[in-house]
Structures are given as structure tokens and as C-alpha cells.
């Protein structure tokens, strides 16, 4: 009887063992492929990075012998890191993820065995065995047999190398990026200490004035037996180099703590190991100063292990990506899902260091905040989607994104449009935090001083001259639109529309009566471009006519364009999403709009890779009757451009856009009018996902999307807490405030 007592025991522990690894082998974070969106342009990196974080490590294989070498004053690449390509140059531990434009990809760390070797060209390898997943990355570099794993923190890379027996190195590269910015230093502080500089910047081949430091400090779990440092030369030639030391080839320091400054340097940490050894690397970096880099690595992962750091990295990724969990689907649904939300909490990232300072815009002061200050707006993509998904999913993230946007406005004199490390681009076009402001305010998060934003608006949509936010302002407020002396003026018109369109809801809100209507005309301007003949949005000259010879579908796949920015007539013909009624009743009725719009899809105009036209699939649901085409078209783009590989993104991330369009999507609802706190309606791909709210800004605790499964899928009704929901829209409101929003297919 105590056998079997026994017996039935040990079989109840063993199904609680099973039963908990099940739970654990299905957390969020686990669902997570960082290799998605690393193929086809997509430019995510697939190394570690704490959710929001300022230090990420991602490996470098833009440049090697069976790809062209990045060599100073070569062609740009946007991401250090390219699926398809093999060689190996080093490990980058400042890194941009989903950006068209190139900037960072520096402090390359790389291990290798045997002689010194400093040309990145000779001492890089291909590799194997490689492994990505939440806050984790690992390789084996063939050349040398030596594993090397990666995980961070917030602020700090870590490096974990397995070197075999023999002589080893640790080369900390600073003469490799992915621009050409002159400048850095470094120095070798003790045997087991670097920090050092590099100066970075030039991002969407903006000026080298523009180039800005950013600071580090390395730290090795073991003192190395030598060290060294490098310099090569590069601008200096004849007796001007000789005269320096150089005589055309690389100078090499040996055993030197002294200070080295210059374009192409870098230090050697070298070993040897009579036995197989593991060496922890961990580099802090800061955007203020070397002191700062040191507290934040010191503070935050002092006296802990590589897998400490990991298991703390996880677990904070794991409890942001659970604050959405989805029942049912199949497990390839749930990686795409989780990978898209997880690509969504990498940008805006985090500017200020551990004692909260970071540099003020321009560089003029170096700030101080008790929040946490954000920076990387790729405003023109993420206004649209990711920042909604923000104040829904991550309220206080998304408040202390706008009190960043407030504060730039503070030290720059104007809200940001593109802000990159307190560099101010302005790259791209139209004025989109006056839109992602009065988004967040709507939405109810409200913790910001609103006054002085809804001025900062005002200023960037009235202000004639000297105004970097809204170029051909002048043309725009007396004619209604810009003409053809200003750069994409179709496009740009809309943009502005868009944004005045916000301003007029948050002026409404505000009280503010004058301004409301001002502005609500404002964002109609863009019936003036409308050719009736066409139906189309087209370009007029500065006297008002039509520009000509008038060519539709120029301008796609970022050709140049007259009218358009990086897309066509079609591409932007719908791009109007505050005014579809009014453009319905343009274009000559709804029969009409239909048969348009869907020219866009049949035509292949339509682009799933670029902003402007992401949302036309849900304006189907403006149209009585003919709102299962949203949902079929939804559900064909989701499957034909979303999927579990490196190519799994239909292009650019564009900062997490891209992944929020899908992670919108597969929930059933999206934010179809930018500023407006309104989803629309579709299908949901999950039986179930409950959205967690945040208690300082909701009521509720909890949302929950449900569908009733059917084999043909398509909606049938529509039920808000229980009672039937005659719309295919929702409020922000009424969605957060309700329990359950049910979807019944027929």
C-alpha cells in the first residue's frame, strides 16, 4: 500500500514537472523569432536587446570578401547585419532595428585565436550554429572554433566567449561602422578595463556636423596577459605620415595605458589559455560621458553572471509581451504575433543613463529626468499605428514618449519629426507628433502638460517662415495645398491635412472653438488636388494648373515622383483616412469608391512594404455590405507577407510599424484614423486575446476579443458586452470600458 502510495506520488510530481515545463515552454517570449524581418530589407537585428534598450549587440556581416568591403567613404547600409551573408566582422553593441537609413553599428567586439591581426577583412569568419531568441544570441566562428553568446541589459551588452586552448584575443574594433564619421578614442585603463568614444551620426546622409559620441566602458571577467592598442593610418601620407609614425602601416602599442585618438583604432586583449576558457565581456555605453557608461554597467549588472543577465532580460520581455495573450491559432500564428509585438518595444528606445541624465537636443546641456526620457521617432511611419498601440498596451511608456516629444520641443524650439539620439533629422516629410500628441491625449492619457504641446502644435502648423516642420506653408494655408516647387506636394499636402485634422480634435477638445473649426477646414484642403476625370490626387503648378505630362503609377517602388514621396497616385489616392465620407462623395458615390479602391489591390499598386496605403485594406469597411472584403484582404496580406522566416516581413520595419500593422491586425481591429480615437473592425486571428490595462489610466482591467469560429469566417455580427454592436467601428472608449467584444461568423 506505501509502494503504491509512492508509486501514485512520484507519477503526480512527474505530471506537475511536465505540466509546468508545458506552461513554461509556452510563454509569449518563447513564441519570439528576432531572425524575422533580417531578409528582404527588413533590417531588424536578430541579437539581444532589453525591451526599450539604449545597448543592443547585434552581429556584423555588411562587410567581407564575398560582399562589398565597408570601407571609409563607401556606400551606406542601413543595418550591420544581413541573413543571407555569412562573414563575420565583429559584434556591434549600438544598433538601430527596422530603419532605412544608417547610423550606429559600432563598438565591434570580436574574438579570435593565434597572431594579432587589426584588418577586419583578414581576421573575420563565417560562422555556424547560429541561434537567436528573446534577449539571447549565439554563433560559432569557424576560423577560430570559439563559441561566443550574447544577452543584455538595458545599457549594458554582454559577451560570453568559449575559446579553446591556445592563444586568444578580444579585439574591440572602433575603425568600423556603418557611416563614415571620423573620430574616436580609446584607453586601456587596466587589464581588465577599455572605455573609450566613437563618434557616430550622418543618419539619412544628413551632415557630418550632425556626428555625435557615444561613450563606453569594457569590462573583462579575466585580466588579459598583454594588451595592446592600434592606429592606422589614413589621411596622413608621405612625409606628413612618416612624420607621425605611421610609414603606411598599422602602429601597433603594446602594454600602453595611454590615451589613443583617430579614425581607424582599436585595442587587443590577448590570453593564453592552457585549457578550454570562458571570458564575460560586458560594455556599458552612454550617450553623456565615460563616467555615465561605467554606473550604468556597474549599476546594473555588476557581480552578475552572463546567465543572470539573460534570465533578468527574459523575464522583462516575457512580462511586457504578456501584457497580450492569445488562445488558439496555430504555433507559427502565435511566432509571428509575439515577434511582431517584440519588434514593436525596441524603438522609441531609451536615451538616459541609470542616473537619469542624457544629452539635451543640439548638445548643448546635458538634461536630467526622473521618467525616462525616449528617443529614435521615425515619426512619418510610427504615427500612424505603433504609437496607438502604445496608449492602449503601454500607457505610461507611450506618456513618457510624449513628455519626451515636449521636451525636445523645450530645447529645440519644435516638436520632433525625426529624432535620432537628440540629433533632429527632420527627415521625411509633414508634421506627425502634433498627431501622435493629440492621439495620446484623446486616448485619455492625460499626464502631460497639454497647454504647452498644443502650442508647440500651433507653432509648427502656423508659423510661415523658418519653419523645418512644414515646408511651402505659406502655398498650403492661401491656396489649400502645395504646388510643384515643393518637394512631394501631393503627399506633403495630406500630411498636412492629417495633422491639422488632429489639431482640430484636440482644439475641440481643449474648448477651443476658433482653432477647431480653423483647422477641421484646413484638413479638407486636399479636394483641391482631386481630378475628377482621374480620380486621383494630382499635383498643380504654382498658378494653379495641372501639372503635366501626369503619370498615375510613376513614382512607385521609391521612384522619383513630382507629386508624390515615396509612392504614387494610387498609393495615396485613399491616404485621406479623417475625410473617407467626403471622398466617397468625391469620387462620385460609394459604387465608385469601391471600384477604386479596389483597382489599388487588383492593379498590384498596392504596397504592404511602405506607410502611406497600409490601412486601405479596412476602408472596405466604410462601404455597407462590402466589409468582408476587409476582412478577406486582411487575412490574404497577414498570410502573404507575414510569416516565420528572415524574408517574414514584407520590407522595412520601419521602427516596429510594419509589426504593428500586423499586430492590429491579427487582433481584429486597427486604428483607422490617425488621431482619432476610433478601430475599425475585422476579424481577429486568435479564438481569444485579452489585452492587460493599466490600471492608472483604465478603469477595467482587462480587454478580451473573442470570435465564434465558423468554416466560411467571414462576420456575421458584432457583440460589445453581451449586446449587439451595429458598427464596424469602435471607440477608443467604449472598447476599453467594455469586457468583451465578440465576433460572430456566419
Known amino acids: 500500500m506505501l509502494l503504491n502510495k509512492r508509486i501514485l506520488l512520484q507519477t503526480a510530481c512527474v505530471s506537475m514537472l511536465f505540466f509546468s515545463t508545458l506552461l513554461l515552454a509556452q510563454q509569449p517570449a518563447d513564441y519570439v523569432n528576432p531572425f524575422i524581418g533580417t531578409s528582404n530589407f527588413g533590417a531588424c537585428i536578430p541579437g539581444p536587446i532589453a525591451p526599450r534598450g539604449m545597448a543592443s549587440i547585434s552581429p556584423f556581416n555588411v562587410s567581407g570578401p564575398q560582399n562589398r568591403p565597408l570601407e571609409k567613404d563607401s556606400q551606406w547600409l542601413s543595418n550591420p547585419y544581413v541573413n543571407e551573408n555569412k562573414f563575420l566582422t565583429g559584434f556591434s553593441h549600438v544598433n538601430l532595428s527596422g530603419v532605412g537609413c544608417p547610423d550606429l553599428g559600432v563598438i565591434l567586439l570580436m574574438p579570435t585565436n593565434g597572431n594579432i591581426e587589426t584588418n577586419h577583412l583578414k581576421y573575420g569568419s563565417t560562422y555556424s550554429n547560429e541561434v537567436a531568441k528573446t534577449a539571447y544570441y549565439g554563433l560559432t566562428i569557424d576560423k577560430y572554433n570559439i563559441k561566443a553568446e550574447f544577452t543584455a541589459s538595458k545599457r549594458v551588452g554582454v559577451s560570453k566567449f568559449t575559446f579553446p586552448k591556445g592563444q586568444s584575443n578580444i579585439l574591440l574594433n572602433l575603425g568600423v561602422g556603418l557611416t563614415n564619421e571620423e573620430g574616436a578614442m580609446v584607453k586601456v585603463v587596466s587589464p ?43 589621411k596622413y601620407e608621405g612625409a606628413e605620415a612618416q612624420w607621425m609614425g605611421y610609414n603606411g602601416k598599422t602602429r601597433m602599442m603594446e602594454n600602453t595605458t595611454k590615451m589613443v585618438v583617430g579614425d581607424s583604432i582599436g585595442t587587443y586583449f590577448r590570453y593564453n589559455f592552457d585549457k578550454e576558457e570562458v571570458v564575460e565581456v560586458k560594455i556599458g555605453v552612454s550617450y553623456v560621458s565615460i563616467a555615465n557608461a561605467r554606473e550604468n554597467l556597474e549599476k546594473e549588472t555588476a557581480n552578475q553572471s552572463f546567465d543572470a543577465v539573460y534570465k533578468a532580460t527574459y523575464n522583462e520581455w516575457n512580462e511586457a509581451l504578456s501584457k497580450i495573450l492569445v488562445e488558439g ?19 522609441p528606445n531609451t536615451l538616459n543613463d541609470v542616473n537619469g541624465e542624457y544629452p539635451e537636443i543640439k548638445r548643448s546641456k546635458v538634461g536630467k529626468t526622473d521618467g525616462t526620457r525616449y528617443t529614435v521617432f521615425s515619426l512619418w511611419d510610427t504615427y500612424r499605428n505603433l504609437h496607438q498601440l502604445m496608449s492602449l498596451v503601454y500607457p505610461k511608456q507611450q506618456s513618457n514618449m510624449v513628455k519626451s516629444m515636449i521636451e525636445m520641443y523645450d530645447e529645440n524650439g519644435w516638436l520632433p519629426k525625426w529624432e535620432l539620439n537628440s540629433t533632429e533629422t527632420f527627415t521625411m516629410v509633414g508634421d506627425p507628433a ?81 482653432d477647431f473649426l ?92 511602405n506607410e502611406p496605403d497600409i490601412a486601405y485594406p479596412y476602408l472596405f469597411n466604410y462601404l455597407k455590405g462590402e466589409e468582408w472584403k476587409a476582412q478577406d484582404l486582411v487575412k490574404k496580406l497577414v498570410h502573404q507577407y507575414f510569416t516565420n522566416q528572415p524574408k517574414g516581413l514584407p520590407g522595412n520595419d520601419d521602427t516596429g510599424t510594419m509589426s504593428a500593422w500586423l499586430v492590429y491586425s491579427m487582433m481584429g481591429i486597427y486604428p483607422i484614423a490617425p488621431g482619432a480615437p476610433v478601430y475599425t473592425i475585422t476579424t481577429p486571428m486568435f479564438d481569444k486575446i485579452t489585452i492587460a490595462l493599466d490600471s492608472n489610466y483604465y478603469q477595467k482591467k482587462a480587454v478580451v476579443i473573442e470570435k465564434e469560429k465558423n468554416q466560411n469566417g467571414r462576420i456575421k455580427a458584432i457583440e460589445l458586452n453581451g449586446k449587439k454592436h451595429n458598427s464596424y467601428f469602435i471607440s477608443h472608449e467604449n472598447l476599453v470600458n467594455g469586457n468583451s467584444l465578440k465576433i460572430i461568423q456566419n
Open 192 to 234: 581588465t578595463e577599455i572605455e573609450g568614444m566613437r563618434s557616430v551620426g550622418s543618419f539619412c546622409y544628413n551632415s557630418p556636423e550632425d556626428a555625435y559620441p557615444v561613450y563606453f566602458v569594457a569590462q573583462f571577467s579575466k585580466p588579459a596577459t598583454t594588451f595592446g592598442l592600434w592606429k592606422k593610418p589614413s
Open 434 to 514: 502634433s498627431i501622435v500628441i493629440a492621439d495620446t491625449y484623446l486616448k485619455g492619457i492625460r499626464d502631460f502638460d497639454v497647454q504647452k504641446a498644443y502650442q508647440a502644435m500651433l507653432k509648427g502648423a502656423d508659423q510661415l517662415t523658418a519653419n523645418p516642420l512644414r515646408n511651402g506653408l505659406k502655398d498650403y494655408i492661401e491656396k489649400g495645398y502645395l504646388t510643384t516647387n515643393d518637394k512631394g506636394p501631393v503627399s506633403t499636402t495630406q500630411e498636412y491635412n492629417a495633422a491639422d485634422y488632429a489639431i482640430s480634435l484636440l482644439a475641440k477638445e481643449l474648448g477651443k472653438k476658433d
Open 518 to 609: 480653423r483647422f477641421k477646414n484646413r484638413s479638407l484642403s486636399y479636394r483641391k488636388l482631386f481630378d475628377k476625370n482621374l480620380k486621383l490626387l494630382r499635383p498643380r503648378l504654382a498658378n494653379g494648373k495641372w501639372y503635366e505630362p501626369f503619370d498615375p503609377n510613376s513614382g512607385a517602388n521609391f521612384e522619383e515622383n513630382v507629386g508624390f514621396i515615396e509612392g504614387n497616385a494610387w498609393q495615396y489616392a485613399f491616404m485621406v483616412p479623417h475625410d473617407i465620407k467626403g471622398l466617397i462623395k468625391l469620387m462620385g458615390g460609394e459604387k465608385s469608391f469601391s471600384n477604386q479602391l479596389q483597382k489599388v489591390f487588383d492593379t498590384k499598386q498596392f504596397d504592404m512594404a
Open 329 to 347: 491559432g496555430t504555433k507559427e500564428d502565435k511566432t509571428i504575433f509575439y515577434t511582431a509585438l517584440y519588434h514593436t518595444l525596441i524603438h
